[in-house]
Nanobody, 119 residues
Framework: QVQLMESGGGLVQAGGSLRLSCAAS????????MGWYRQAPGQQRELVAT???????NYADSVRGRFFVSRDNAKNTVYLQMDSLKPEDTAMYFCKVYTVLRILEHRYWGQGTQVTVSS
């Protein structure tokens, strides 16, 4: 079992910044891909940013240049630095982590942290 502990969400004014963190703990040999998704009420969950174990990143067009994903493998943690926030960024943000235990890869989701951007 793997537990994901998310933090950093909150209420911020447009143009402000937030930094989300997601730390993985539990039983696993290593972590492969890590990333962030978001979901607004009544909307589909969408990809925000991903990062591989080697540090290769990918971003949704809507956040590219404003959001920055990074990871600290020693701490089993992925971060999302969110700058120049817009009201349309308001959503529940979820951490997703792929772990490896023996020969199997497992997918885990965090419980989500709310990000609200006011006009």
């Amino acid at each position: 079992q793997v537990q994901l502990m998310e933090s950093g969400g909150g209420l911020v004014q447009a143009g402000g910044s937030l930094r989300l963190s997601c730390a993985a703990s539990g039983s696993f040999r290593k972590i492969n891909n890590m990333g962030w998704y978001r979901q607004a009420p009544g909307q589909q969950r969408e990809l925000v940013a991903t990062i591989t174990s080697g540090g290769i990143t990918n971003y949704a067009d809507s956040v590219r240049g404003r959001f920055f994903v990074s990871r600290d493998n020693a701490k089993n943690t992925v971060y999302l630095q969110m700058d120049s926030l817009k009201p349309e960024d308001t959503a529940m943000y979820f951490c997703k982590v792929y772990t490896v235990l023996r020969i199997l890869e497992h997918r885990y989701w965090g419980q989500g942290t709310q990000v609200t951007v006011s006009s």
